[in-house]
């Protein structure tokens, strides 16, 4: 790349800082680490002769999503995955039931993926693609996975929904004009 380029980069990442430090390089490299991740899956399936589903069933898409949803957030704010975001983050209390608040750390590309390892808005779009190309290559076992996860997630808002009724039934004082 010719100095000149190179000047100019740096030039239009000051603009779009604005003061702040965002590590638009490093976010170029996870993005084209994705790229390469999609474009090398692709080219397996073509090699193995492997092809992608005409159509994706209702079911599979609520099953894809459900397990979006579980596996992002257990990736991002689940205690016992926290080693795998330890070199990323530090620890920064609790943030809710079986979750955790982390801060991200560093700079440059340990800053980026410390971003996309603590957001499961993030993150979704990678377990997602994960998901997909696992209904290419093993849509028995993506399934099975895929149920399980949704199982937990499932589980996880009846686990809510119920703390939240026992906290209504054992703890709701009583308005005035309610009593006898």
Request: net charge neutral; proline share 6%.
């Amino acid at each position: 790349m010719t100095l000149s380029v190179k000047n100019k980069l740096r030039e239009e990442e000051r603009a779009y800082e604005s003061g702040t430090d965002r590590p638009l390089g490093s976010y170029l490299r996870i993005l084209t680490v994705y790229g390469g991740a999609v474009a090398g899956l692709v080219g397996l399936g073509r090699i193995t002769g492997v092809k992608a589903p005409e159509r994706i069933a209702p079911l599979d898409l609520v099953l894809m999503g459900l397990t979006t949803h579980r596996v992002s957030r257990t990736l991002t704010k689940d205690p016992v995955t926290s080693p795998l975001r330890a070199p990323f983050t530090r620890y920064a209390g609790v943030s809710g039931p079986a979750e955790l608040r982390e801060e991200v750390r560093g700079h440059g590309v340990r800053h980026a993926v410390g971003e996309l390892l603590t957001c499961p808005f993030c993150l979704a779009q990678w377990v997602a693609t994960a998901y997909a190309a696992g209904m290419v290559f093993a849509p028995g076992f993506t399934r099975l996975a895929g149920a399980t996860m949704s199982a937990v997630a499932v589980s996880d808002w009846l686990q809510l929904a119920y703390a939240r009724l026992m906290q209504v039934a054992e703890g709701e004082p009583e308005r005035e004009g309610d009593s006898e």
